[in-house]
């Protein structure tokens, strides 16, 4: 068995669709990149990637490529499992942390959790969630940003 880490971070934009954990939030803000820049599946994707020794997310899907502009990032993580269980890994289990001020994401964790399993092939029970703030501190302070990491487990098919 093997443990990744995943870390992911991206600019905050008014009026700008904001998706994590594969779910739509409401808020005045979103997360801006080249695909969805859910943050979260984005470090999750590290994290297995890591793990695996098969490099990072920007190596597979380069923000140049524009098959993947716009992309949902649950899409990204299919394809991540299918390059782990490829060379013999399958998921033992994720742990995800989000960092932001707002929008409160408790009450979305159960649909996030359902989206990741679906997209990994795991169960809920594998997936936990858990967010934070930084105390009004810094980028993510001012909501100029959010930040999210990951660890995860693989283990041997």
Known sequence: MRVGFGFDVHQLKEQHPF???GVLLEHHAGAHGHSDADVMLHAICDALLGAANMRDI????SNKDERWKG???????????????????????????VCLEAP???????????????AAGISTEDISIKATTNEQLGFIGREEGVVAYAVCLIERT
């Open 104 to 118: 409160k994401i408790n009450p979305h964790i159960p649909a996030m959790q359902a989206h990741i399993a679906e």
């Open 71 to 97: 992309i949902s990032s649950l899409v990204l993580l299919q394809h991540v499992v299918k390059l782990i269980a490829d060379k013999g890994w399958t998921i033992g289990n994720i742990d995800a942390m």
């Open 58 to 61: 920007g190596f597979h899907f």
């Open 19 to 21: 998706v994590l954990g």
